[in-house]
């Protein structure tokens, strides 16, 4: 029954399911494709509590119900809500098994499938594991790819994986920063005083 199990989470997370722009160019994951609208999705995320990305407020994130993929435990969908709102710019994958085990074997699969990655992100303690893989098609779209493991319980801790359409991304955060200009430009975004700030 383990090793059905472990099966199914690799094979969730390896296979790119009819998504391809280009060779080399992985745009879905676990069933999510992205680009597509985010509605498509709604059996697997609460939809109705979606809310903007706290330091990205260009994106809005919807969670993924626990248990609602194999091996899952949680997990989002971030979409555009400017330029292409509802389109999906990023996936998010968290397991339920956190081990340093299945880690590995996504490594593996990955670099057997994309070859070796082009940045390490994580910390030089190794408290946080982190490998990006970049693509870019014919067209110039981009897409980050990023497998992390953590033991930081501020930072996902276990195993997770990252998948971003940059080049939607970064349309959406120009969009965003094209209509928040003006309130940007006015008064009530201006510090009148530091004192607020310092800590008592």
């Not at 067209?139 to 939607?168: C, F, H, Y």
Request: with cysteine; glycine share 8%.
């Amino acid at each position: 029954m383990r090793k059905t199990a472990v099966f199914l989470i690799l094979f969730m997370a390896l296979t790119v399911t009819a998504a391809f722009a280009g060779k080399g160019f992985p745009t879905s994951l676990a069933g999510f494709t992205l680009g597509k609208d985010v509605n498509n999705y709604k059996k697997y995320c609460n939809m109705d509590k979606a809310t903007p990305v706290s330091d990205a407020p260009f994106l809005s994130e919807a969670l993924i119900k626990r248990d609602s993929l194999p091996g899952v435990r949680g997990g989002s969908l971030n979409y555009g809500n400017c330029k292409e709102p509802e389109k999906l710019v990023r996936i998010k994958i968290k397991f339920h098994d956190q081990s340093k085990k299945l880690f590995n074997k996504l490594l593996n699969g990955y670099k057997k499938k994309f070859g070796n990655p082009d940045n390490y992100l994580g910390d030089a303690f190794k408290n946080v594991i982190a490998w990006e893989w970049l693509f870019e098609n014919d067209a110039g779209e981009q897409v980050s790819l990023v497998l992390m493991w953590s033991r930081d319980k501020e930072i996902r801790p276990g195993v997770s994986i990252k998948m971003t359409n940059s080049t939607m991304l970064n349309t959406e955060y120009t969009c965003f920063k094209r209509k928040s200009y003006e309130f940007e430009k006015g008064e009530g975004s201006k510090i009148k005083s530091l004192e607020m700030y310092v800590p008592r």
